[in-house]
Nanobody
Framework: VQLQASGGGLVQPGGSLRLSCAASGSIFSISGMGWYRQAPGKQRELVAVITRRGSANYADSVKGRFTVSRDNANNTVFLQMNSLKSEDTAVYYC??????????????WGQGTLVTVSS
C-alpha cells in the first residue's frame, strides 16, 4: 500500500491550497484518513482526520479555515486550506488505516508535501 500526497507549494498569507492524497495497492477497506504536519524544529501534529462515514475532527489552530474530505471510491483524502497563515508552514503528511492483503489493519503514511506560507 502506498499513499501519494500532492498539492503543496508556496502561497501568500491569506491564500488557499488544496492537498490530495491517494492510497493505492492491495486495499480492501480504509477506516480513518487524515493529515498531520511537522514544522521545522517541532513535533508532528494532527491537523485533521475523517472517518469513512465523513465525521471529521480538527486541530483548534485550523478550525474554520481547513476542511478535510474524502472520496471513498477512489481511496483519496483531501485537505482544503483557506486563510493560510505563516504558522501553517510545514511538511504535511497524509495518513490512513488500511485493511489490506495482510488481513490486518495497518497504518500508512504518505511521503509528505511541503506547504510554505510567505509573502
Amino acid at each position: 500500500v502506498q499513499l501519494q500526497a500532492s498539492g503543496g507549494g508556496l502561497v501568500q498569507p491569506g491564500g488557499s491550497l488544496r492537498l490530495s492524497c491517494a492510497a493505492s495497492g492491495s486495499i480492501f477497506s480504509i477506516s480513518g484518513m487524515g493529515w498531520y504536519r511537522q514544522a521545522p524544529g517541532k513535533q508532528r501534529e494532527l491537523v485533521a482526520v475523517i472517518t469513512r462515514r465523513g465525521s471529521a475532527n480538527y486541530a483548534d489552530s485550523v478550525k474554520g479555515r481547513f476542511t478535510v474530505s474524502r472520496d471513498n471510491a477512489n481511496n483519496t483524502v483531501f485537505l482544503q486550506m483557506n486563510s493560510l497563515k505563516s504558522e501553517d508552514t510545514a511538511v504535511y503528511y497524509c495518513n490512513a488505516n488500511v485493511y489490506g492483503a495482510t488481513l490486518t489493519w495497518l497504518e500508512y503514511w504518505g511521503q509528505g508535501t511541503l506547504v510554505t506560507v510567505s509573502s
